[in-house]
């Protein structure tokens, strides 16, 4: 099982990348157009359903590689004990916020997809596509945040806090 949630947290965050690539594909070949006398239609619109499929398809990588801000000057000065309590709480408090925002992201590609919603753009777009990364990298995200809240819960080391160490690691050396 760990095997799968690698894998799944390292492909969502290489389609993230994906994503960022055709963002600037899609921007140089604008700029080509221009030069070149082409009408790049709807291309600013196609770079911005990427940006949006990237930043969302990216967060459960980036957080796994402790790599989103987090605030943990109280976090740091507690004991053991207080400070698995601690992350235990807000590890409950994030992955019901998000696993509540997957799941009404989720809603809206149902419904743009029943209702057969498109962009206003020149192309018009089906919106459940550009909509389905955003839904997906949160459940991706919520799953990442359950599976650290089962970690903390069963009193092992959550993702962040290995990665951080691993970083501190990394640096000592090569200092």
Not at 69 to 96: N, P, Q
Not at 102 to 112: P, Q
Not at 142 to 165: F, H, K, N, T
């Amino acid at each position: 099982m760990r095997k799968f949630l690698e894998l799944l947290y390292t492909s969502s965050g290489v389609l993230a990348g994906v994503f960022l690539i055709l963002i600037a594909v899609l921007s140089l070949l604008q700029i080509g157009g221009r030069v070149l006398g082409f009408d790049a239609y709807s291309f600013d619109d196609f770079a911005g359903f990427c940006m949006a499929a990237s930043s969302f398809l990216g967060l459960a990588h980036t957080y796994r590689r402790n790599e989103h801000i987090r605030v943990s000057m109280l976090v740091d000065r507690l004991g053991i004990g207080k400070r698995r309590v601690l992350e235990g709480l807000c590890l409950t408090a994030s992955t019901l916020l998000i696993g509540y925002f997957a799941w009404f992201a989720g809603d809206t590609v149902l419904t743009s997809y029943q209702i057969n919603d498109v962009s206003q753009g020149l192309v018009a777009v089906p919106l459940w596509l550009p909509q389905t990364g955003m839904a997906l990298g949160l459940v991706i995200m919520a799953i990442a945040m359950l599976d650290d809240l089962i970690i903390v819960l069963a009193r092992g080391i959550p993702s962040y806090v290995v990665a951080e160490q691993s970083k501190k690691i990394a640096m000592s050396e090569n200092i």
